[in-house]
């Protein structure tokens, strides 16, 4: 099943798996305002029988960044306005991330800047050998906006987005691996299908173990080690719980056949 009602997102339902389109191939989908709306109206309120999300790019690049030409089409420099921008830039991150849908990635080609951002705030991410990442965002004279100097950095380290950011390095797909912006290597042209079939496995998890995965570990690493570990304990009760309350039905009806 398709959806309609975007402009630069094309999304198509089907078991339960929703494939998230960047629709600007012609852009290498860089992302403009409207994208980004367009991406925050999906992740605010998924339908109700989408259970895990696949995150890809149409055409060649999964995303090649902020659209600048949008960007030097703005009048003279507002710092409000820029900041509103950025912030909502950020809730929008939150929201792919916090939103209690699991989101598989799958990347080809340009992973660059805000599309980095866009990448790191997703749960599972599969790279094809294509793919390509790059923050060059310092040799333009400005600054990462989107999330990079927190979710890049808690990939691969303050030390090593700083290296990025002052000389535009540009790092392979194996590279990548190896960093951790991806988990998986796909062979050219199968990152999507992979990603299908992982978010497919991930969909029939318990609803309550793909939550607290989501929402209990990005909170524990901020904490300290004697406050996760407490935070662990009751994450985990809930979900023995919620466990328990499944499976009684089960057990009563085994226990009554003997």
Known sequence: ???????????????????????????????????????DDFFSSPPDDVKA????????????????????EMKDPDPL???VDTRYWHSVMDKIQLGGLPVVTAMQ?????????????THVRVAE????????????????GGGATVRVARVIGSDRLTEMLLTGRRYSAEEGLRLGLSHYLAEEGEARSTAVELAGQISRNAPISNYLAI?????ISEMSAA????????????????????LRPGIAEFLGKK
Do not use: W
């Open 129 to 144: 050998p294509s793919t390509f990442y790059q923050l060059p965002e310092g040799s333009r004279g400005i600054f990462v």
């Open 81 to 83: 306005r820029d900041v």
């Open 227 to 246: 406050d996760g570990l407490y935070a662990e304990t009751l994450s985990a009760i809930l979900s023995h719980y919620q466990a328990a309350l499944e």
């Open 1 to 39: 099943m398709a959806t309609d009602g975007y402009e630069h997102l094309e999304v198509e339902i089907s078991e339960g798996i929703a494939v998230v389109g960047l629709a600007r191939a012609d852009k290498r989908n860089a992302v403009n305002r409207k994208m980004l709306s367009e991406l």
């Open 53 to 72: 999300a696949v995150l890809v790019g149409h055409g060649k690049h999964f995303c090649a960044g902020l659209d600048l030409q949008e960007v030097m």
């Open 215 to 219: 929402q209990a570990v990005a909170r």
């Open 109 to 121: 080609g340009a992973v660059i800047g805000g599309g980095l951002e866009i990448a790191t705030a």
